[in-house]
C-alpha cells in the first residue's frame, strides 16, 4: 500500500527539481512579498519588529497557495491521474504523498529560510525559536489543505485565482495561531498553547484533507 | 453517473415520498402561494412591532430595531450554511440530485443574508461602539463565512460540465463545514490574545419580552422568505437542467 | 399618529441615520433577492417551454 504513494513523492520530488526550479520560484515569491512591506511602510525598526511575525506569516501562505493550483494539474493533463485512480493504493495515499512532496520543495524551505527574513525585520531573537517551529507545524497543513483546493479546481476556469478564494479562507486558523504564538513569544507571553493548536490543526489536516483530496479527484475525472 | 440534465425524467418512477423530483416539485409549487402569503403577513407584523410597537432599549434607545434585521440575518447566515452542508452530504452519499440542487439553490440566499449581517451589524456599530467595523470575534468569523459562500458560488459556475461543478462545490461545502467551527474557535482565541480597546457584549443579561417578540417574528419572516427563495431557485435550476438536455440531444441529433 | 410623533418616530432619536439605512438595506437586499429568482426562474422556464414546443414542431 505504501510503496506506490513512495514511487510517486519520489517522481514528485525529481520532477520538482528538474522542470520547475526546485524551490527557487516559491523562495522567491515569499523573500519578495516580505521586502514589500518595509519598502510600503518605512523602515522604522521597531515597527518592522513589532508585525514581523504577522508579515512572515502572510507570506509564507500566500506563496504556498499560489504553488497549489498546479499540484495536480499536469498529472491531470497528461494522464497520469486516471492512473492513479486505478491503481490499487488508495488515492488518499497518492494525495498525501503529493502533498508531501510539495511540502518538501516549498514548505519546508520557506521554514529554512525564515530566519533570514526575521533579521531583516529586526525581530528580536528569542521569537526566532517560535516563528520556526509554527512555521514546521503550520506549512504543512496549508499545503495539505491546499491539496483539497487544488484537486477541486482541476479543470476550472480561471482556477488559480478561484484557488486563492477557496483556500484562504480555510487557512484563517493557521494564520491565527501560528502569528499568534510568534506574537505570544514576542510580548513576552506563553507561545506553547498556539503551537499546540498547531499541532492540532495539522493531525486534523494529516487526517481529512487527504480523503477530501480523494474525494475532489474522483469528482474531477468522472 | 447521471447528470443535472437528465434527472427529473430519469428519476420519475422512484416510489419514494419527496425524494422523487417530479412530485417534489408539484408539492411545491401547491405550497408557493401559501407561502408567500405567510412570508408577506409575518413581514407586515414583523416591521410593525420592530418599528412601532416595540419600546426603545433603556441602554441602545432606538438602535436595537436594527437588531430585528440584523439577528435574523445572522441566524439565516448560519442555517443556511447548516442546510447546505446536510444537503451536500445527503447528495454526495446517495447521488440524490433533489438535495444537491437544494444545496445549490440555497447558496445565494445565504450570500445575501451575510452580507446582510455585516452591513446591519457595521449600521449598529457605528452609533453604539463608535466604530464601523471591529476585528471582533463573531463579526471575523461571519466575514470568514461570507468567504465560503463567494467560494462555493464561483466554483459551482467555474466548470463547462455542471454535474462537476456541483460535485466539487458540494465537497467543497463539507470541508467548510468542517472548518467553521474551527474558524469560530481560533477568531475566538485571537480575540482574547489581543484584547480589544472596546469590551462589549451585543445581547444585554435578559430579553425582554416586547424585544424578544418582534426577534421571533422577523426570524420566522426570514426563514419563511428562505423557503420561497430556495423553491423558485430550485424551479429555476431544473428549467436549467431541461434547456441543457435539450441542447444536448440537439447537438447529438446534428452530429 | 399625530404629526409631531410621527417626527419622532422618524427621528429615531436621533439615530435615523443607523436604523433607517439598515431597514432599506434589508429591504433592498431580500426583496431583490426575490424578485431575483422569481423573474430568473421565469426566464429559465419560458426559454425551457420554449425549446420542447419547437423540438416538438420538428417531430
Known sequence: ?222 | MTSDADMPELRAQRPVSLANPTRFFRVANRLLPWLGAATAVLFAVGLYLSLIASPPDYQQSETVRIAYVHVPAAWMALFVYVLMAVASAVGLIWRHQLALMAARAAAPAGLVFTALCLATGSLWGAPMWGTWWEWDARMTSVLVLLFFYLGYVALIDAFDDPARGQLSASILCLVGAVNVPIVKFSVDWFHTLHQGATVFRLDGPTMHASMLAPMLVMAAAFTLLFFVVLLWRMRGLRARARIAAAAATAAAEGA | MAAEGFDAWLAMGGYAAYVWPAYGLALVALVGLLLWSILGTRALERRAAKLRRTREEEQ
Not at chain 1, 146 to 173: E, N, S
Request: glycine residues 10%; contains cysteine.
Open chain 1, 1 to 222: 500500500m505504501l510503496k506506490p504513494a513512495l514511487a510517486l513523492f519520489r517522481r514528485d520530488l525529481l520532477l520538482a527539481w528538474r522542470q520547475r526550479g526546485g524551490a527557487v520560484p516559491v523562495l522567491g515569491a515569499f523573500v519578495l512579498m516580505v521586502v514589500l512591506f518595509p519598502l510600503a511602510l518605512g523602515p522604522d525598526p521597531a515597527l518592522l519588529a513589532r508585525i514581523a511575525p504577522g508579515i512572515i506569516w502572510v507570506a509564507a501562505l500566500l506563496a504556498t497557495t499560489i504553488t497549489l493550483d498546479h499540484i495536480f494539474a499536469s498529472d491531470h493533463a497528461d494522464g497520469t491521474l486516471d492512473l492513479l485512480v486505478e491503481s490499487p493504493a488508495p488515492l488518499a495515499m497518492h494525495a498525501l504523498a503529493k502533498a508531501a512532496a510539495h511540502w518538501l520543495v516549498s514548505g519546508l524551505p520557506m521554514v529554512l529560510l525564515s530566519p533570514l527574513l526575521a533579521l531583516m525585520l529586526n525581530l528580536p531573537g528569542h521569537v526566532y525559536g517560535t516563528l520556526m517551529a509554527g512555521l514546521l507545524l503550520g506549512t504543512p497543513t496549508l499545503t495539505l489543505i491546499g491539496t483539497v483546493g487544488g484537486a477541486l479546481i482541476l479543470g476550472a476556469r480561471r482556477g488559480g485565482l478561484l484557488l486563492v478564494l477557496l483556500v484562504v479562507p480555510l487557512y484563517v486558523p493557521v494564520l491565527i495561531f501560528g502569528a499568534g504564538a510568534a506574537d505570544a513569544a514576542l510580548n513576552g507571553l506563553d507561545a506553547a498553547p498556539g503551537l499546540m493548536f498547531l499541532g492540532a490543526l495539522l493531525l486534523v489536516g494529516l487526517a481529512l484533507c487527504p480523503l477530501g483530496a480523494a474525494a475532489a479527484l474522483r469528482a474531477a475525472l468522472t
